[in-house]
């Protein structure tokens, strides 16, 4: 059981069945899926609660090593070095693989359950429903734990396993299928999910934690550009944006309008399912805000230290304007000699399971897709069809509303800037890397304009893992840098993340290579 079911994780979790009752009646004899209202509530467990943004964010290159003077975790320092992790709690790889299985299974029990049932016309929303959330699981594992799609190699680059049916046999035989083939099977689940998905079947308090018109469309057009088909992915976010998109982008200016608690409520809101900009937003089992935002002085060792902040991120100055306390968005500094630097975007909640003994888990908010991202994808695919002033449009757009000071950006701004600005070195560095993609980048404006929508997005989603897929996606180099304690002075490069690396697909679990998933190579 723990070898082939529990820890591979790739057989039906339902909702009402215990593990052990599970195993003590025929596989075929679970909890009958024989209602609309039965598959509706099971469609709510194919989102998993397990997070990829402690994991993808500690693998990018926007965390440094403090050292070993001060707090740190093991499965930190073998997530920072991307080496194995044989951790089993909160953000490790094993929680989000078994996660994303679960999700997995539940959507393929409600479309068995749909494929059996007599009214399947009455049920297309809900097939919908359970094909998006099982294509968004899986382009989560493969591009997590698989090499990123790209034409050359992705053929025989070694993926996950797509689950397309409810587990029937106890002991099931799996093996990895190649990454090209995870890409068209999540492309054959979206294309068929998404005129199905209809908002009706949401209340009004809950349509934003499913896959909604909009959030399904954002999906889509995230795929695409991690697929490298620019002009699908450009119309994918069309669909989301509309005719107006500066109407739909998270209201920055308010959000810290000095109307809300910076180190309590802004976090909350600005993880509110009730703000516009907001697609999809989730409930994760994650300590993301203590790892990178509060903690005290606990996980201080791998964290968004000054020297990244100043020269690269959010204290940088860059083509849309100041750094530092240019932006809209709240800044959370730390006092020396630590010198952390973060954004207002990590809320902590706690649910209280023993009010008398005061016990509980912590856990957070995410917003798995918004506009504002959706707004960088577009501008990313229309500069990648050499639609620059389009592209840089979609920069100024996304400039004015989330810049105090900014500036009018146009090709010929962007051009200047990145012409100007050297590529990083460790002995200077900045927010300019060296791009080494499969896909073609042409030198000058294609370049440049690719940078500006990678610093934007980088910038945007601190520590929400995202930057580790445009470091896969765009070959970027990451040294390992070890710092002096103030957070701000380089002692020295302990590793270095190639182009070609191994390590950019993340180690499976340990025990579900010992069940018989082949690992990645090392």
Not at 137 to 154: D, I, M, P, R
Not at 423 to 433: F, I, L, S, V
């Amino acid at each position: 059981m723990k070898n082939s079911i529990k820890a591979i994780a790739l057989s039906t979790v339902l909702l009402f069945t215990s593990c052990n009752d599970y195993l003590e009646v025929e596989p075929d004899r679970r909890t009958q899926l024989d209602s609309k209202d039965k598959i509706q509530k099971i469609l709510v467990s194919a989102y998993s609660r397990s997070s990829f943004a402690v994991l993808t964010e500690l693998s990018s290159d926007n965390i440094d090593d403090l050292g070993d003077k001060v707090h740190w975790d093991n499965d930190d320092y073998n997530m920072f070095y991307w080496k194995n992790v044989d951790g089993k709690g909160k953000d490790t790889p094993e929680n989000l693989w078994s996660g994303m299985y679960e999700a997995i299974a539940n959507a393929n029990a409600a479309l068995d359950a749909i494929e059996k049932s007599s009214s399947k016309e009455e049920l297309k929303p809900q097939k919908g429903e359970a094909l998006i959330t099982r294509a968004y699981a899986h382009f989560v594992l493969v591009n997590v734990f698989g090499k990123h799609y790209n034409e050359q190699t992705s053929k025989t680059d070694l993926g996950v396993v797509y689950m397309e049916e409810a587990e029937k046999t106890l002991s099931p035989k799996y093996k990895r299928e190649s990454v090209a083939d995870i890409y068209v099977k999540i492309e054959k689940d979206l294309l068929e999910g998404l005129p199905l998905i209809n908002n009706s079947m949401f209340s009004e308090e809950t349509l934003k934690y499913h896959f909604n018109t909009q959030a399904a469309n954002a999906f889509a057009a995230r795929f695409y550009l991690y697929y490298g088909k620019w002009k699908k992915a450009e119309h994918y976010a069309n669909l989301v944006l509309g005719q107006n998109p500066k109407s739909l982008l998270k209201n920055w200016k308010e959000l810290n309008s000095g109307a809300y608690e910076q180190y309590d409520d802004i976090p909350k809101e600005y993880v509110s399912s009730k703000r516009p900009a907001n697609l999809l937003v989730q409930e994760m089992s994650s300590i993301r805000s203590r790892k990178f935002y509060w903690g005290g002085k606990k996980f201080l060792r791998f964290k968004h230290h000054e020297l990244v902040s100043k020269t690269e991120t959010i204290k940088a100055n860059s083509f849309y304007g100041p750094g530092n306390r240019g932006f809209y968005m709240g800044i959370f500094s730390s006092i020396a000699p630590y010198n952390i630097t973060t954004f207002f975007t990590i809320p902590e909640f706690f649910k209280i399971t023993d009010p008398i003994n005061n016990i509980g888990y912590p856990y957070t908010g995410e917003v798995l897709f918004t506009t504002d991202e959706t707004l960088l994808v577009r501008a990313e695919a229309r500069a990648m069809q050499k639609k620059y002033d389009l592209s840089a449009n979609d920069l100024n757009m996304w400039v004015f509303n989330f810049h105090k000071y900014p500036v009018n950006v146009t090709v010929g701004v962007i051009n200047d800037f990145y012409n100007k600005l050297e590529y990083y070195t460790n002995e200077n560095p900045t927010q300019k890397k060296k791009l080494n993609p499969k896909f073609v980048v042409e030198p000058g404006t294609q370049e440049n304009l690719i940078h500006a929508v990678l610093q934007c997005r980088r910038v945007l989603t601190l520590h929400e893992g995202l930057r580790w897929f445009d470091v896969k996606r765009y070959g970027i180099e990451i040294p390992r840098r070890l710092l002096k304690v103030n957070g701000t002075v380089i002692d020295k490069i302990n590793d270095n993340l190639t182009v070609d690396d191994p390590r950019r697909a993340i180690q499976l679990p340990k025990n579900v290579i010992s069940s018989g998933l082949q690992a990645n190579p090392r």
